[in-house]
């Protein structure tokens, strides 16, 4: 009974954040054990996006879109966000949808999530994807599933051959990228990449003054010493606030 119960506010669950339809197509997709590319759009979204089912993407859409875990004020308009660890999209449509004006970079490494980022912000003349990851220096990094589904995804280095590799992407340091895409500043850093903000927040000496705020998810559970990472080498913010499962550090653009 107990299960039945669980189930069934399961779907109620589901039908809240992608309706019924969405349902009975996530309903058959788990039955004929296939994944469907399932076109979903609100009165949240400007255009729709594609849900894979099953995927973690329904659950993405909800932080990201429901319960707005991106949503706070500025004083000054943004006029550059970058969004690393983009996954499909979502984060960057709301970033988008709030400042049609910034110019926003979504970075993604993985294959299969960059093919849907790709096509969720193809009607976002705004939104640049880019298929790479964010380390602490320019190298070749290896993808990984540690099996925590389409939003888990982790980098490697490639001397690392204890882990189950998908394929190699490219990955640059955040002042390589400033330099790459002529970025005097970067209004907004939003960052969430599975553990590697460990190794991007361990000498941020040569770009952390180019940063207004930061909005990072820190994933220790995932890779010991994230936190200290991130706490020992973010100078000069004034302002630190959670929500969701989000550190923001601001100096003073952005506000709760």
């Keep these: 009974m107990f299960r039945i119960l669980r189930l069934l506010n399961l779907i109620l669950e589901y039908k809240k954040i992608i309706g019924l339809k969405g349902v009975l197509k996530l309903i058959h997709a788990k039955i004929t054990n296939t994944q469907i590319n399932f076109k979903f759009i609100n009165d949240k979204l400007d255009h729709d996006v594609i849900i894979r089912m099953p995927s973690s993407d329904i659950w993405v859409l909800k932080q990201v879109f429901f319960d707005e875990e991106y949503k706070f004020k500025t004083i000054n308009t943004p006029n550059v966000i970058v969004?690393?660890?983009?996954?499909?999209?979502?984060?960057?449509?709301?970033?988008?949808?709030?400042?049609?004006?910034?110019?926003?970079?979504?970075?993604?490494?993985?294959?299969?999530?960059?093919?849907?980022?790709?096509?969720?912000?193809?009607?976002?003349?705004?939104?640049?994807?880019?298929?790479?990851?964010?380390?602490?220096?320019?190298?070749?990094?290896?993808?990984?599933?540690e099996g925590l589904g389409e939003w888990g995804f982790m980098t490697f280095s490639v001397d690392d051959s204890q882990k189950k590799v998908e394929h190699l992407v490219d990955a640059y340091s955040v002042e390589s990228l400033i330099e790459k895409y002529d970025l005097n500043k970067i209004d907004i850093l939003k960052i969430d990449i599975e553990g590697a903000e460990k190794e991007v927040f361990e000498d941020t000496s040569k770009w952390i003054s180019h940063v207004d705020a930061l909005i990072v998810?820190?994933?220790?559970?995932?890779?010991?010493?994230?936190?200290?990472?991130?706490y020992s080498n973010t100078p000069g913010f004034n302002n630190e606030w959670t929500r969701g499962e989000n550190v923001y550090l601001s100096k003073g653009n952005i506000k709760k």
Excluded at 100 to 126: D, F, G, H, M, T
Excluded at 217 to 230: I, P, Q
């Design 83 to 145: 969004d690393a660890g983009a996954n499909v999209g979502y984060a960057s449509i709301y970033f988008s949808q709030l400042f049609p004006n910034a110019k926003i970079l979504a970075i993604e490494p993985e294959n299969s999530n960059y093919q849907v980022l790709c096509e969720n912000v193809r009607k976002y003349k705004n939104i640049i994807p880019i298929q790479a990851a964010i380390w602490s220096e320019n190298t070749k990094l290896n993808i990984c599933d």
């Design 217 to 230: 998810e820190l994933h220790d559970r995932m890779k010991d010493g994230c936190s200290r990472s991130f």
